[in-house]
């Protein structure tokens, strides 16, 4: 499927970008990469809101605050399942794979652009319920105020 790839953030080491421009050079014809730079905090979810998921392969997240705000604006999120976050496809927020599973995290892009608008609007739903069941959660609260 044809993928548009923005990639959002701080470039905080610039060795390591040049790394990644040169693997975004080798990309198939049918992914187009961009660099979009920083968002400000009240973008955020307007930035979020404009896209079919949140792409974020990471090798290790202890949370993921970009997960949650990527949810509190209705957008699905593919994922390394080295992530605190389960049952993803369960409640339709989104989907994880192995960070290494290069053709698993393509068969979900896949499966994500062959959806129809009712599907999608149906993960997108799945993804703000969510982020409201995390807003709602006392527990969170508790636990950060140790």
Same mark, same amino acid.
């Given at each position: @499927? ?10 905080? %080491? ?17 992914? +187009? /990469? ?14 979020? @809101? ?15 605050? /970009?997960?949650?705000?990527?949810? /509190?604006?209705? +957008? ?6 080295? +992530?605190?976050?389960? =049952? ?8 994880? +794979? ?14 994500? @652009?062959?959806?129809? %608008? ?18 709602? =959660? ?9």
């Amino acid at each position: @499927a044809p993928v548009t790839f923005d990639i959002y953030g701080p470039i905080e %080491d610039r060795e390591y970008w040049a790394r990644c421009e040169a693997r975004i050079r080798m990309l198939p014809e049918n992914v +187009t /990469a961009s660099y979009r730079g920083e968002v400000s905090p009240d973008e955020v979810e307007t930035v979020f @809101a404009g896209y079919d998921a949140l792409f974020l392969p990471t090798l290790g997240e202890n949370y993921g605050y /970009a997960v949650v705000e990527a949810w /509190a604006a209705a +957008t699905p999120v593919l994922l390394s399942d080295r +992530t605190p976050w389960a =049952d993803l496809e369960v409640d339709r927020a989104g989907w994880a +794979t192995a960070p290494d599973d290069a053709e698993g995290f393509a068969a979900r892009i896949d499966q994500l @652009a062959e959806m129809g %608008d009712v599907e999608h609007e149906r993960w997108r739903a799945g993804a703000l319920a969510r982020a409201e069941r995390l807003a709602r =959660d006392e527990s969170l609260a508790v636990s950060y105020a140790r």
